[in-house]
């Protein structure tokens, strides 16, 4: 390593020698860099965390392209008056469809969705009835009629037979549920008609944010010209649905985001201005007995000069991740949209340490170049492995095909290496230019001590009971458990609920959630219902399948079928002209005499918008598609995954497959993948950062004893997880490998430290490195912490998780690996 300091020691030269010149060059790439970063955008569609190869997003961006994926803004009308909320619905459609937008030079939405027209299927239901249903509806009549004549006869004597009865209920309540499917309400209003609602599809994209603010303050002030109780004076309109909550959940993400932003930051400035602060003005006093010429005002004015010393190299080397996190991603998603806090707190670290150190060099009596030197060959080594470890143990993760994993390792990665740049090759400049300005107060001493030397206290008693609890948490770590709920890790929308809660009242289904499978044929699509409805009958355990539907099922689609259909009709319309029930007053058999008036083939186009649409491609013709809906709510990840499990790839006997096309899939897709890889990835980090070690110490004996410590904090973070009952997700196993590299970090420059100063120099040690790796450690816990104060419960816990990941680590490093060396000194088993 020292090799490698060495060559690059022309750059450290250059920072003396031409100060202005590398500050310069660097914050102009800075500028470019920030350029770049400000045109990110935060991505929140958790498809794109999956790979672009994965056969189900390939499924799903197949389905948006053949099908479209329009999103409705809805709008819930609700007032006692059935009549009122019909004429205003009347008037909102007319005057929403003329609202118009400059930016666009078009209006804000294309098409409204309200009345249902079921008078044509009313008189043609049958048509659309799937052969199944045919025959179901053939056989009841038939039995009704063989009923009706053996209640004829005066010699006719029940004798109750019951399961032929119960064949008849069933296929009555069939028939009932398939016309309730094709014929709904006129309106989609509630049972007691007060609530009703209506669908305005946009012309805009759901990406263009600028759109929808607009669209909805637009609608606002629409809403309040029209003054809803004019119509009713109870009425009450409302609108909002998934585009509202896409819009809230971006506007959400990005105040979390400069929120943890401000508060992340300004904690992190604050703690290293009163550090230092305090640090400098003890030494200065003790370096110059008390009879100094610099006051105490004079340090605290200096107070700013730290964290400008540290935090300009540090903010040049974010603007520099970032820009190459633009050409290299393009977008930021919701896992790494928090990254430029966190990475502050990460990357002031590198900077703390080697100010610290240069400051220790430059008050033993070195002049400014010989302390830059210094600070680089003997700090520098130090910082150099643990940055290189943080970032290669992150760098691990981007061989993971989650890109919630392997995007975080890209720019966390990125930003510890560009990081360690500027602490290395910027911020001396800084210090040559401070130095010049006198800006920087140092001690009149020659040289102090930072603390005496003398044994570690409680050595052994700390080892062992750092190992009891250790082993205490492996005994019992199968306890540890992993939240699935994916409602729990959502921010919640009350608004959004609220409104969900009233509109819900006035939907024609209860069926949510479907899963598209996309086939080549028709005779694809009969296979694939074939086998999905075979297992839907055959799973009897845990089914997920609800109902199985395509167009093709109750639509003819070639001449031969047509004609069958028709003939098929003609039969039921025959039965239904028998004498024994032509004059039957019966509800059902009423529907079924207008069902069956078809008598020659049904166009498309005939076929009212709210039955087909849902069946029909954008180019207008029917989608060779199956609709699978889950019996399940897929916002429990288990079922989730057991849905997709069920559905996802169906293969048929021919060896063709297809792949189910949803968002649930794709989140159970992610999940899956996530939980497979996770258990890899943070063995894939261990591994790494033990030979990492091995190489950088050149001693199998000390790679042992820096890597302990970093195992006992991750069981004790693992107790603290068992005792709370603080489970893993999805969001937090993502920090998981960043907290191995990251608790690393104190172990190796204690142990270069100690090292360096030799035998019973530890307490030494951690009155000077100690502090430094405390402030280190607490400076990226608060970068973490930022995120303890989001609405984003996925980030909350990802924030949770860190600082006590890295708190354990820490407390491991500063009691555990000093009590672990001092006993292996007793016992003669150190070599330096």
């Known amino acids: 390593m020292q090799k490698l300091l060495k060559s690059l020691k022309p750059l450290l030269d250059l920072n003396y020698s031409h100060p ?56 819930a009308i609700q007032s006692p008056s059935f009549e009122a909320n019909k004429k205003f619905a009347r008037d909102l459609i007319q005057k929403s469809l003329e609202l118009y937008y400059p930016r666009y030079e078009d209006t804000y939405f294309k098409r409204a969705e309200f009345k249902k027209e079921t008078e044509f299927i009313k008189n043609n239901a049958l ?74 599809y946009p012309t805009g994209s759901k990406s263009d944010i600028q759109y929808l603010e607009d669209m909805f303050v637009a609608y606002d002030s629409l809403l309040a010209t029209m003054n809803p109780s004019a119509y009713h004076p109870e009425m009450n309109v409302d609108f909002g649905g998934r585009l509202k909550r896409h819009l809230e959940e971006l506007t959400s993400i990005m105040r979390d985001v400069l929120g943890s932003f401000a508060s992340g930051i300004s904690s992190v400035i604050l703690l290293v201005m009163f550090y230092f602060f305090i640090k400098k003005y003890i030494h200065y006093r003790k370096g110059t007995s008390g009879n100094g010429k610099y006051s105490v005002y004079s340090h605290f004015l200096r107070m700013p000069i730290p964290v400008m ?5 540090l903010f040049i080397s974010l603007l520099w991740t970032f820009g190459i ?113 006198g800006w920087i107060i140092l001690t009149e001493n020659d040289e102090y001590e930072e603390g005496g030397r003398h044994r570690y206290p409680f050595a052994r008693t700390i080892v062992v009971t750092g190992l009891v609890a250790a082993a205490l948490v492996v005994t019992f770590s199968g306890k540890l458990s992993f939240q699935y709920d994916f409602g729990d890790l959502e921010p919640k929308f009350p608004e959004y609920e609220q409104f969900r809660k009233v509109a819900r009242q006035a939907e024609s289904s209860s069926k949510r959630n479907p899963a598209y499978i996309l086939a080549d044929s028709n005779e694809d699509i009969v296979h694939i219902m074939d086998q999905l409805n ?67 083939h049904i166009s498309l186009e005939q076929i009212p918008e709210y039955l087909k649409s849902r069946f029909v491609t954008k180019d207008g013709e029917i989608g060779k598609f199956v609709i699978v809906y889950p019996s399940v709510g897929l916002s429990d990840g288990r079922k989730s995954i057991a849905f997709k499990n069920d559905v996802g790839v169906v293969k048929l006997d021919n060896g063709k497959e297809f792949h189910a096309a949803s968002t649930s899939i794709v989140a159970a897709s992610m999940l899956d993948l996530m939980r497979r890889e996770s258990p890899y990835m943070v063995s894939a980090t261990f591994i790494f950062i033990y030979f990492f070690m091995l190489f950088s110490f050149r001693s199998f004996r000390w790679s042992l004893i820096s890597m302990l ?65 405390t402030m280190g450690s607490f400076t990226t816990m608060l970068g973490f912490s930022g995120l303890l104060f989001t609405s984003h419960p996925g980030l909350q816990s990802l924030g949770v998780m860190a600082v006590i990941g890295i708190g354990m680590t820490l407390l491991t490093s500063i009691t555990f690996m000093p009590a672990l060396i001092q006993w292996l000194e007793d016992w003669d088993w150190i070599r330096y």
């Open 20 to 75: 202005w010149l590398v500050l310069s060059c660097s914050i102009l790439l800075a500028v470019a860099g920030g350029y770049f970063a400000v045109q990110l955008k935060i991505d929140t569609d958790i498809a794109n965390l999956l790979p672009k190869d994965h056969p189900n997003v390939l499924a799903l961006e197949n389905l948006k392209e053949k099908v479209g994926g329009e999103t409705a803004m809805d709008v």
């Open 127 to 200: 048509y659309l009835a799937s052969d199944t249903e045919l025959q179901d509806i053939t056989e009841w009549l038939e039995d009704e009629i063989r009923t009706a004549k053996e209640e004829s006869n005066p010699f006719f004597f029940d004798l109750g037979e019951d399961e032929e009865e119960d064949d008849s209920d069933e296929q009555v309540e069939s028939f009932k549920e398939s016309y309730e499917m094709l014929v709904p309400s006129e309106y989609p209003v509630s049972s007691d008609s007060t609530v009703m609602l209506v669908k305005f």
């Open 309 to 313: 010393i540290i935090g300009i190299p």
């Open 325 to 437: 996190t633009y050409f290299y991603l393009g977008m930021l998603n919701t896992m790494t949209s928090v990254l430029f806090v966190i990475l502050f707190g990460l990357g002031i670290d590198y900077g703390i340490h080697f100010y610290a150190r240069y400051i220790e060099i430059r008050s033993a009596g070195f002049d400014v170049k010989e302390a830059i030197s210094k600070t680089y060959l003997k700090t520098g080594e130090a910082i150099f492995v643990s940055a290189f470890t943080t970032a290669a143990a992150l760098y691990i993760l981007m061989f993971a095909e989650f890109r919630g994993f392997s995007e975080f390792g890209f720019i966390s990665g990125t930003g510890i290496i560009l990081a360690l740049v500027g602490m290395l090759f910027i911020l001396p400049s800084l210090l040559v230019i401070f130095e010049k300005w």
């Open 534 to 600: 075979q297992k839907m009958v055959s799973d009897t355990t845990s089914p997920t399948i609800e109902s199985v539907e395509a167009l093709q099922e109750r639509y003819p689609t070639t001449e031969a079928e047509e004609n069958e259909k028709l003939r098929k009709i003609a039969e039921i319309r025959q039965l239904l002209k028998d004498p024994l029930l032509i004059n039957k007053d019966d509800e059902d058999l009423e529907k079924l005499r207008k069902a069956a008036q078809t008598t020659e």
């Open 709 to 773: 410590p970093l195992l006992v904090g991750l069981l004790w973070l693992f107790g603290i997880m068992l005792l709370t009952g603080f489970q893993f997700n999805f969001y937090n196993l993502v920090v998981l490998p960043a907290i191995l590299g990251i608790g690393e970090d104190s172990g190796v420059h204690l142990a270069h430290r100690y090292r360096e100063e030799g035998k019973n120099s530890m307490w030494q040690v951690l009155s000077s490195t100690g502090q430094h790796i």
